[in-house]
């Protein structure tokens, strides 16, 4: 039975993780199997799942391996560093059933009266008015300027969420991946969801977060500030670095050489590349087993996380192939009950930055070579700290800023499901709830 010192568990929140997490997995797999122990902070293990099968098992389980992780919380200190992101909220990344199925509804179905067309037409704007600002420069740094911010200015406009509030929910967030003083940054995030939601109550618009208040399901405020929380976390910095996890390939590697402004690039195979070799989330999926599980010698203790490890499980020798063109069966946006709800807007955000990119900037080079590019450490996502880049300057016509949204065209509302909801919330006890999470 596969047991290891504390101090001998790999630890996925240091450089050396960051700088090579293939590596990290290779080695793990080679000594455990499918199921390895490893630390995601200071005195935090975790089980991490290497395998395809594995991972397809625990996600599809949730009787086995269920999502609410309130029995593993009271047992962390309050000053645990990946406590605000692990921690139980009223939200689909932490229930199971009929809860889960109650708060999946009111995303899915308010996703669905997004007007693509509409959407596209946004993404595509804001991605000009981000390149006018450094197209005349021949210089940029690709991650700063570009893939951090275009997600963050979609989501903005489908949420309808006023600009002050966005930053304030970027920099949580950002600060929260990096375990940055995680316990007030996970504070900064959840109050401006909070005072998005009861923006919009006040004052609804054409945008997701008016249509979720509206939603038959009847979230109240903290939950809806808690769904739409994980929507923008989940719906930002993932896309950030897929996007920019994909240019570094599209740049770096002779198979996608050629003419970059020809309109042959295959963007779409860069993506599903990038999904299952190099995922933008590097170990998440976090579920919590009600009892001690053995999986091949290997015991998850109970009411202590198991993570999937996405780079490792779409790699897995068993299932490897090198014919992966138009595969989507990586498990990049998870698989089972919680498979990631924003994907296709997520998706559409990546192939359209990058298409106005290369579109732009045709002859767009790395500025470094590929192996000098440095990784951000964190145990969840996979993000360079920077790409610089050069390119011949391009003179800009157009005033560099974002456009202003016009009203968000939206599908009709879809037939109301029935959803069982609770009794209102007394509106004094909103923050109070809030700030509990994070107690210390």
């Not at 969420?161 to 504070?187: F, H, K, N, T, Y």
Request: with cysteine; glycine share 6%.
């Amino acid at each position: 039975m596969n047991t290891e010192p504390h101090q001998e568990r790999v630890k996925l929140y240091d450089a050396q993780f960051a700088a090579d997490p293939g590596g990290v997995y290779e080695a793990l797999r080679a000594r455990y199997g499918n199921y390895a122990p490893a630390e995601l902070a200071p005195g935090v293990p975790v089980t991490l799942v290497l395998g395809y099968d594995a991972a397809l098992e625990v996600l599809r389980d949730p009787v086995t391996f269920p999502k609410d992780p309130r029995r593993w919380e009271q047992a962390m200190p309050p000053e645990c560093p990946v406590r605000p992101v692990l921690g139980y909220r009223p939200a689909i990344l932490y229930s199971d059933g009929a809860e889960h199925s109650r708060f999946r509804a009111s995303v899915t179905e308010t996703f669905e009266r997004v007007d693509v067309v509409s959407m596209r037409e946004y993404i595509e704007q804001s991605a000009d008015a981000l390149i006018d600002r450094f197209a005349e420069e021949g210089a940029a740094d690709l991650c700063a300027q570009y893939s951090a911010r275009l997600p963050m200015l979609v989501f903005n406009r489908l949420f309808g969420c006023p600009p002050e509030i966005g930053d304030r929910l970027a920099l949580g967030l950002l600060r929260v991946a990096e375990l940055i003083d995680p316990v007030q940054s996970m504070m900064m995030f959840s109050q401006a969801a909070l005072e998005l939601v009861q923006l919009k109550r006040a004052s609804p618009g054409a945008d997701i977060t008016s249509w979720m208040v509206e939603h038959p399901a009847r979230l109240n405020d903290t939950e809806l500030a808690d769904q739409i929380g994980l929507l923008m976390a989940t719906g930002t910095e993932p896309v950030h670095n897929l996007v920019a996890n994909a240019l570094r390939l599209l740049l770096s590697d002779e198979r996608f050489g050629g003419d970059l402004s020809g309109g042959s690039l295959p963007i779409e195979d860069a993506l599903d590349e990038v999904l299952w070799t190099d995922p933008p989330i590097a170990n998440f999926g976090f579920t919590y087993p009600v009892r001690d599980v053995e999986r091949e010698g290997h015991v998850m203790p109970a009411d202590q996380p198991v993570a999937i490890a996405y780079k490792a499980v779409n790699t897995d020798p068993s299932k490897w192939s090198d014919q992966r063109a138009g595969n989507r069966a990586h498990l990049a946006f998870s698989a089972g009950p919680h498979t990631c709800p924003a994907k296709s807007p997520a998706r559409t955000i990546a192939v359209v930055a990058i298409e106005k990119l290369l579109d732009r900037l045709p002859d767009l080079d790395l500025a470094v070579s590929a192996d000098k590019l440095q990784w951000r450490p964190g145990p969840f996502h996979r993000s360079l700290a920077a790409l610089p880049v050069r390119f011949t300057p391009v003179p800009v016509v157009a005033s560099a800023r974002v456009p202003d949204a016009p009203p968000l065209p939206q599908r009709p509302a879809p037939v109301p499901a029935s959803v069982p909801h609770p009794p209102p919330e007394d509106p004094s006890s909103l923050w109070a709830r809030v700030t509990a999470w994070w107690r210390v």
